[in-house]
Nanobody, 123 residues
Framework: QLQLVESGGGLVQPGGSLRLSCAAS????????IGWFRHVPGKVREGVSC????????YYADSVKGRFTISRDNAKNTVYLQINSLKPEDTAVYYC????????????????WGQGTQVTVSS
């Protein structure tokens, strides 16, 4: 069974940090671009970052640039999203997704999705 599982979300104060993980089972992430998306009920799903399968090229949305860092550890079949300097507006469910695509954050380009992990930024 092909599966992506996110973890690492939680409640954090503004200015804090979290590291989200996206672990794959049933397939190898090496050949896939991995994207991170976030969704707030009532709003459009936002693509925040992605990393290519080949050369490690990355993309960040303007809203997270300089605060979020995406990385991959192919040996662990896991992709990470380090999120620093968290703001209340970062509150959302964060999803990772895998697809045979380039570094784009277009949801339809991704074939496999995790179930999401909640990030809440509040004092």
């Amino acid at each position: 069974q092909l599966q992506l599982v996110e973890s690492g979300g939680g409640l954090v104060q503004p200015g804090g940090s979290l590291r989200l993980s996206c672990a794959a089972s049933g397939f190898t992430l090496d050949y896939y671009a991995i994207g991170w998306f976030r969704h707030v009920p009532g709003k459009v799903r936002e693509g925040v970052s992605c990393i290519s399968s080949s050369d490690g090229a990355t993309y960040y949305a303007d809203s997270v640039k300089g605060r979020f860092t995406i990385s991959r550890d192919n040996a662990k079949n896991t992709v990470y999203l380090q999120i620093n300097s968290l703001k209340p507006e970062d509150t959302a469910v964060y999803y990772c997704a895998a697809g045979f695509t380039t570094i784009v954050v277009v949801p339809t380009e991704y074939d496999y999705w995790g179930q999401g992990t909640q990030v809440t930024v509040s004092s």
